[in-house]
């Protein structure tokens, strides 16, 4: 009874404004102007079919870059000495305390011809365009999402009982066996959270590739914001889509994760 | 700097939201809720005078401002929101909307006095022919602005925005309205009321544009041309004086055909509560000293004919700043669209670039 009592207000919570929105959403996406049930916003929607395909694409490259420096990059904080381990976490999340807006801007001076990087590599002799493309909002998104990705697999590979690595070397593992066998599966937990923690915003994002990115670089969470503008129902059915498309990759996930531990 | 003094400006005014949610409750008299343009007051910026201070010094009456960013999303707060504005700031076209709908309440002018002040072509405004609901605050037109060193051809109109030799150089307007009327004007269309068939013929102006395009932008404009990153833009004349401002390799163009004039007028909304209040801010606001202020912030065109005899000569004389009654003449003014051609417009406008 107690305990029912103490999550009442989630209770709420949760009612209030996660389950009501998601119902509203529902029943815009469904109807038209004049309030009758009507397919007609799914079928604008589906004439985003290739921001859709774009945008996963660009989430899912961002999530495969942050997945491949922050993995490493774990694995060599966490046998650094524990004070310095401490340092290292407080330097990578210490950019985090800034506005999203204002670092993503941060790039856009970064990038832009005659910035920084450009006078740089224009000294030894290279040129080229490095903002206003793909490439640019992708490095945009590794550069937001990569602490998501990191402080999961850390934590994960903190806790990893020593014992185990020192039973493996016990019975004869060298180092890179014992990294095979014991550490990449003790770790999976922490890799698929931060896939999950990296994938999902980052396919929802707006703004990045509109500051980053050129004339074809628009995500999906740039086309449901201007839909918005003048048409409730198909940015509702562009959400809709949106979020059914990131549950069948959380259901994905969870199949895979589940496994693993098994394993 | 000033882009990153702008975010601060904007989160400090989202605090203030705050401070109104708090003044909504009560039945003080002694308030007025503005509903503005974000960054759209001189409010001690630039060793400037701040209005909201001195109003609340002259009268007692303490402001709360609160800011959006599209007249749709004020139109969308006042009709399906449980809020109470005294003074809100809708551009020509959402100011005809909103009176056909009756949301907004008619003016007590004795109130205003200073409505006097402001010259005649301001004073019947197409959206308000009968004079009864609005007072101007500010206006403007959309021109072109290009960087000397990098456009060869001296621009006479919005043709140079499709000039090959310029590919992957020029910016538009990230938004409907202005970057559709643009591509009607190079093909004659009047953008004022537009149809479908119109959106349609310029879409494919639209798409011939894309290719030659670095970006679509609103206000990234300021770094892209005040650091000259890009070649030439089309954004409002006010803002065009600021960047040449930063960058003096920058000039600019008022397209010879005429442009779009806008303009923003004061108004008070039905769910009013201090309509007195209401109309001692708007008289307030048209004050020439407050007015001359607002202008010398904003580098929009100032109304007021006794506030732009306290400008300095170089503001009074831009031709960006005060275009002149000619080429005025020439302009136009943005109608209402039907909602129905307003969401195509944006549907198609947002496909070009979703290509």
């Not at chain 1, 209030?16 to 959403?25: E, G």
């Not at chain 1, 999402?145 to 019975?171: H, N």
């Not at chain 2, 001296?154 to 591509?183: H, Q, V």
Request: proline letters at 4%; one cysteine or more.
């Amino acid at each position: 009874m107690k305990s029912k009592l103490l999550s009442l207000p989630y209770i709420v919570w949760m009612l209030v404004f996660t389950m009501i929105p998601l119902v509203m959403i529902g029943v815009t996406a469904f109807t038209d102007n004049s309030g009758c049930f009507s397919v007609d916003a799914f079928v604008s929607a589906f004439q985003y079919t290739n921001i859709f395909l774009k945008s996963l694409w660009i989430a899912l490259l961002s999530t495969v870059i942050c997945l491949l420096l922050a993995y490493p990059l774990a694995y060599i904080i966490c046998q650094m000495r524990p004070s310095t381990q401490k340092t290292v976490i407080m330097l990578m999340m210490i950019p985090m305390w800034m506005n999203f807006l204002l670092r993503i801007y941060a790039w856009v001076l970064l990038l832009q011809n005659g910035g920084p990087l450009d006078t740089l590599l224009s000294a030894i002799g290279i040129h080229g365009d490095y903002s206003n493309n793909t490439a640019a909002v992708v490095v945009g998104m590794v550069y937001e999402y990569l602490p998501f990705m990191l402080l999961p697999i850390y934590t994960v590979m903190g806790k990893i009982d020593k014992s185990l690595i020192e039973a493996a070397q016990d019975l004869g593992s060298n180092k890179a066996s014992v990294f095979r066998r014991v550490i990449l599966p003790l770790s999976i937990p922490g890799v698929i959270s931060g896939i999950t923690m990296v994938f999902v915003p980052s396919a929802s994002t707006f703004v990045v590739a509109q500051y980053l990115g050129g004339t074809d670089d628009i995500m999906i969470g740039d086309v449901i914001d201007k839909i918005f503008f003048t048409n409730n129902h198909i940015g509702a059915a562009l959400s809709l889509v949106l979020m059914v498309f990131i549950l069948l990759f959380l259901v994905l996930m969870n199949k895979f994760g589940d496994e693993e531990a098994i394993a | 700097m000033k882009k990153i003094l702008a975010i601060i400006l904007s989160a400090v005014m989202l605090c203030s939201t705050a401070a109104l949610f708090a003044g909504c409750g009560s039945k003080d008299a002694g308030e007025v809720n503005v509903y503005s343009w974000g960054d759209y007051f001189a409010e001690g910026q630039d060793g400037l005078m701040n209005v909201f201070d001195e109003f609340e010094k002259e009268t007692g009456i303490k402001v709360n401002c609160t800011t959006y960013e599209t007249n749709e999303d004020l139109y969308n707060m006042l009709k399906n929101s449980n809020v109470s504005y005294d003074v809100v700031i809708p551009s020509e076209y959402m100011v005809t909307k909103l009176i056909k709908e009756g949301m907004l309440e008619e003016l007590n002018y004795d109130n205003i006095p200073n409505y006097q002040l402001i010259n005649d072509r301001f004073k019947h405004l197409d959206c308000d022919p009968d004079g009864k609901y609005t007072v101007i605050y500010q206006w403007g037109v959309t021109a072109l602005v290009y960087n000397k060193t990098k456009v060869k051809n001296e621009p006479k109109n919005w043709d140079a925005l499709w000039d090959e030799s310029l590919k992957g150089d020029i910016l538009m307007f990230n938004n409907s309205r202005d970057a559709m009327a643009i591509a009607m004007q190079t093909i004659g269309i009047n953008p004022s009321n537009c149809t479908k068939e119109d959106i349609d013929k310029a879409c494919v102006k639209l798409r011939e544009q894309k290719p030659l395009l670095k970006k679509y932008v609103m206000d990234q404009v300021f770094t892209e041309m005040e650091t000259s990153q890009s070649a030439i833009a089309p954004y409002y004349a006010g803002d065009i004086a600021m960047m040449m401002e930063e960058n003096e390799d920058l000039d600019y163009c008022l397209p010879d055909y005429g442009s779009n004039l806008f303009y923003d007028a004061m108004c008070v909304p039905t769910c009013s509560k201090n309509k007195e209040n209401a109309e001692k801010f708007i008289n307030f606001m048209q004050k020439p000293e407050i007015a001359a202020e607002n202008c010398k912030y904003l580098r929009y065109g100032c109304a007021n004919d006794e506030a732009v005899k306290l400008l300095d000569k170089d503001i009074q004389e831009s031709e960006l700043t005060f275009p002149s009654d000619e080429y005025l003449d020439k302009c136009y003014v943005f109608g209402n669209l039907d909602p129905e051609v307003y969401e195509y417009m944006q549907e198609q406008f947002v496909k070009i670039q979703a290509e």
